[in-house]
């Protein structure tokens, strides 16, 4: 079956619309919808409904749109895979790396490169982004923050699950070792939900149980130290792991314990990546890390 045909399926999917779609992808529409013909045509059962407002998917396009993803995905990395065995290089990694790895994770994995005679090429990456990047072959590992929506073949091992701490501006500190959440909660500062869904609704629920909904937060993109400086400078108060309060020192910045009733909620990671050969770099560094 032709993966081009399976690319402007997706296009059309996503778009909803022939002529939005082959403005994307760069085509002439009346090609395009050729392409889709002959395409319901090899699977033998129609894709789209189509009407005056645009497409929607059948139930067979609902079906096969997950797998088209997964193909062209599998394609791109094999190509991808198959151009880099040909070109003599130095044995490089290229990892993607959420902010909460930086504090401990990456320090150790730049010392087990170096013992291996690996080279890391580190790239700040989303945790949705590494996804997308490990599934077509431009990242070979990635240290994420899960849950995630990953291709099937994809693994992820957990490394990591860091219960959640205040970092706080001093003049809200207070003196003793813990805070609660009715104090922090006029001043909080949280990541948008898109960027970790689950986490956020483990700390919403976590004041809602509290009785202190929160209904005057912030909300910022979930860059580690951009909130960290944010809260240094007076801004709010954030939940943070503790791996965070551990590592970083930082002018009017201080960390308290949640006082809270039930259990606190965690930060969890973990090392995302693709099926690796045995002698592929990734798996020798993942071998020493010994994770």
Known sequence: MNLQRFRH?????????????AEQIGMRQAPLSQSIRRLEAEIGTELF?????????TRSGAALLTEAHEAVAAADRAIGLARAADRPREPIVRLGIVSLALFELLPELVTTARDTGLTLDVRYVSTNDQVEALAHGTLDLGLLTPPVRAPKRMKLTPIA?????????????????????????????????????????AITNLFRIAGCPLTNRQEVPASMLATLGLVAAGAGASLVPSAVARNVSMRGLEFRQLDVAGPVPTWPIAVAHMPLSAESPAARLLKNWGR
């Open 161 to 201: 699950n860091d219960p959640l701490v205040v970092a706080l501006p001093a003049d809200l500190a207070g003196p003793g070792p813990r805070i609660s959440l009715a104090e922090i909660e006029p001043h909080l500062i949280l990541f948008p939900r898109t960027d970790g869904p689950a986490l956020h609704d």
């Open 9 to 21: 399926f997706i296009a059309v999917a996503e778009t909803g619309s022939f002529t939005r779609a």
């Open 49 to 57: 409904e189509r009407g005056t407002q645009g497409v929607t998917l």
